[in-house]
């Protein structure tokens, strides 16, 4: 994120304490488990690229700051962009909107398939700029590899059902043009610092439907419970 590996340690964890609010009100909906757990897994990337900061101004190891840039890029670059289309599918009740979804799970996949062989290969690395932590894998012509990332992530969260869901995808795809008009190298580390700090509106979401789903379950016979007790589109 930006600023510094202080501004990281602090946000990351704080973000993590709202994601473990999130999954304190998943309740009885397994189904949203994977989207309650964004905010925990965003701070934890957070904590994360703190490790790499500290590495890259000298106060950690060589082979620690290694280890923590490979465990960034891997959560950023082939994680992600698998994970996010798959929990927003998931929590879909309608079966129209998980048909709507599939494509970006497919392109998602594809993604971090082909980041994940890059990494592998061992072309990659991080450098320390005066507001951010600039990462490189070593891949030549990225546009269309970014392109595709940011069409299943954020594809994905707009093709929702759900109005919450979809604000945080209109937000992080605003968020995504302006990032990359005012950096380019740290764009990852950048655009991963805001989502994280935005995944907070998941929580919000995970919090404001519980309630609902727990009214519909008192008010409504077992076999119409909607999945989640949100409003769908």
């Given at each position: ?140 012509d990225s546009l269309p590899l970014v392109l595709s990332y940011v069409v299943a992530v954020c594809g994905a969260l707009l093709m929702s059902g759900q109005k ?70």
């Amino acid at each position: 994120m930006c600023f510094s590996p202080e501004a990281d340690l602090i946000g990351g964890s704080v973000i993590v304490a709202i994601g473990v609010d999130s999954l304190l009100h998943v309740e009885r909906r397994r189904n949203y488990i994977p989207i309650a757990a964004l905010p925990v897994i965003f701070g934890f990337h957070q904590l994360v690229e703190s490790v790499v900061w500290f590495g890259l101004q000298g106060h950690v190891g060589h082979t620690l700051t290694h280890v923590a840039t490979a465990v960034y890029l891997a959560i950023a670059m082939v994680f992600l962009p698998i994970y996010v289309p798959i929990a927003v599918l998931l929590i879909e009740p309608l079966k129209k909107r998980r048909y709507m979804t599939i494509p970006f799970c497919l392109i998602g996949i594809f993604v971090g398939v082909i980041l994940a062989v890059s990494m592998v290969s061992g072309k990659y690395g991080a450098t320390a700029e005066p507001y951010h932590v600039a990462y490189h894998l070593g891949i030549k012509d990225s546009l269309p590899l970014v392109l595709s990332y940011v069409v299943a992530v954020c594809g994905a969260l707009l093709m929702s059902g759900q109005k919450n869901v979809i604000i945080f995808g209109v937000i992080n795809i605003i968020a995504v043009a302006v990032i990359a008009k005012l950096t380019v190298d740290g764009f990852a580390s950048v655009w991963c610092g805001w989502a994280a700090i935005t995944s907070a509106a998941i929580a919000l979401h995970v919090r404001i439907s519980s309630g609902r789903y727990e009214r519909n379950q008192e008010a409504t016979p077992p076999d119409q419970y909607s999945l989640d007790g949100g409003h769908h589109f």
